[in-house]
């Protein structure tokens, strides 16, 4: 009895207690002396347009370019990774990747752009008709996929020199997506003996034009190429047929283009330059880069020269007047 005594007791104490901390609380709300905890509304976030981005991207180019700048010149500090094999296609063409922490950005949804390398050997073409295409700039755009515009805006020295320097404006016209442009410096270097080699990087002296509305500037857009003899080239020559080629870009377009996707666009995409620069290279239209002497008589004999009181003069008239006393005669013989 005593104890169902005290339980009740107990119970009632702590009952009391509870209904009196419960009238506080009551009363302390109806002063205003609570605070009401309320609900944040965020405002909702606006999906930015490839117009916004290719404003914004305009301020990170050079920071992207100082980036591999720096990838460059890093001798002995973090080591660059290795490039991973991927595929091989069915004409040969071995394509290997390896990520790059300087593409890793909240548009890429923190996925880094991975660097594309492809190696390919082509036994018909030799390296001088290879690096013949790969040097006609002003002439992607009718050969090489997705190029819309490829037009070189300064030089300075000469391929014939061994080494030279161009800065070229380019036009992406990618599926999809809007275009993307750039502007490029390639530095050349040409060992006649061992073989060809470009690098390029994105463009820091403002060279290339403004930003334009409704395409979108690249942020990253770095590569080269290294043209040589192959191991069945037994000459070594540069001349004969037998070529190893190695190709390697690195881009970043911008937008809310995951890194995943951009890797996979590029890894089937890279192997279509290799094929059309081979297309090119043995259809012989780039012949006009570095013509050996054959080319150089060609290009004499194929000219046409405008001389006064005589009219022109057709060059490759020349080779049906075996002899000839003077130049008067020739233009005038040439110019009937």
Not at 78 to 86: E, M, N, S, Y
Not at 230 to 254: C, F, H, M, Q
Not at 279 to 288: C, D, F, I, P
């Amino acid at each position: 009895m005593e104890s169902n005594a005290t339980d009740d007791g107990a119970a009632a104490f702590w009952f009391q207690r509870r209904q009196s901390q419960s009238n506080k609380t009551l009363k302390k709300r109806d002063e205003g002396k609570t605070s009401v905890t309320k609900t944040k509304i965020r405002p909702q976030r606006r999906r930015r347009t490839d117009d916004d981005i290719a404003t914004s991207n305009v301020d990170n180019v050079e920071k992207r370019s100082n980036n591999s700048s720096k990838r460059s010149s890093n001798k002995g500090g973090k080591k660059t990774r290795a490039f991973a094999k991927q595929t091989t296609t069915k004409d040969g063409i071995e394509v290997w990747t390896r990520e790059n922490q300087n593409t890793r950005n909240k548009d890429s949804c923190d996925n880094p752009i991975k660097e594309i390398r492809a190696t390919v050997t082509y036994e018909d073409v030799s390296p001088i008709n290879f690096w013949r295409a790969v040097a006609d700039l002003d002439e992607y755009a009718q050969f090489v996929p997705y190029v819309g515009k490829h037009k070189v805006l300064k030089t300075r020295g000469k391929l014939a020199d061994g080494a030279a320097t161009f800065y070229v404006y380019g036009v992406v016209t990618a599926p999809v997506v809007k275009n993307r442009d750039y502007t490029i410096r390639i530095e050349t270097k040409n060992n006649r003996k061992k073989g060809f080699e470009s690098r390029w990087t994105l463009d820091t002296e403002n060279v290339g034009p403004k930003p334009k509305k409704g395409v979108v500037r690249l942020l990253a857009n770095d590569g080269g190429w290294t043209i040589q003899p192959s191991k069945k080239n037994r000459e070594g020559s540069l001349t004969a047929n037998g070529v190893t080629v190695t190709y390697e870009i690195l881009t970043d377009p911008g937008s809310n283009i995951p890194g995943w996707l951009i890797d996979k666009v590029n890894r089937a995409s890279v192997p279509d330059v290799l094929r059309a620069m081979r297309k090119r290279a043995l259809s012989g239209e780039s012949s006009h880069i570095l013509p050996d002497r054959e080319e150089k008589r060609k290009l004499v004999m194929g000219g046409r020269f405008h001389l006064p009181h005589f009219g022109f003069l057709d060059v490759g008239q020349l080779r049906d007047h075996k002899r000839l006393d003077s130049f008067a005669d020739v233009v005038y013989k040439t110019s009937k």
